[in-house]
């Protein structure tokens, strides 16, 4: 059987290209070897491990201080907005309002630079850049927003902030 030169040069090619190296120590096929990423983990071949945590409920809310008040008893600190992050597979995240260190940051101000915000005022990541916002309330009243500013809602449930 005679092949043409173009016939054996696609067969190379298809050859060479895609596919996953093979086991070179017990011949399966199962991503390992030179240029694998390692064996998968999990039973579906995909690496990944369901913890099978219960259903998650409402978000977990703490509120230590009023922003509106600024009732903190620790000198130095102001009353801000936070989201504390989970610290095990099945937690959940925590949203309030705590005492944290005081920053001297108004509205607009970058916060990025270790000098926070002050009080009354929260740390955002805009699309400009991470600057302070005043707090407001979303229902307006007394703790409303400043002309060509709106209140709107930020990532701490129940809190909004002048942008």
Request: charged residues 15%.
């Amino acid at each position: 059987m005679r092949f043409s030169f173009s016939f054996l040069l696609c067969l190379l090619a298809a050859a060479a290209c895609g596919g996953k190296a093979t086991s070179d120590d017990d011949g399966t096929d199962d991503d390992a070897g030179t240029f694998g990423r390692g064996p998968d983990g999990g039973a579906d071949g995909n690496g990944f491990v369901d913890p099978h945590c219960p259903e998650a409920g409402a978000p977990i809310s703490d509120l230590e201080c009023n922003v509106f008040e600024q009732n903190c008893t620790i000198p130095g600190s102001a009353c801000y907005p936070s989201a504390i992050p989970p610290q095990g597979p099945c937690e959940s995240e925590v949203y309030g309002s705590f005492c944290l260190p005081m920053g001297v940051g108004s509205q607009g101000a970058p916060c990025d630079n270790g000098d926070g915000c002050a009080e009354g005022f929260v740390c955002l990541i805009t699309g400009a850049n991470t600057q302070c916002a005043r707090l407001c309330d979303l229902g307006g009243g007394a703790h409303g927003c400043s002309n060509g500013f709106v209140c709107e809602p930020i990532d701490v449930p129940g809190f909004s902030a002048c942008l």
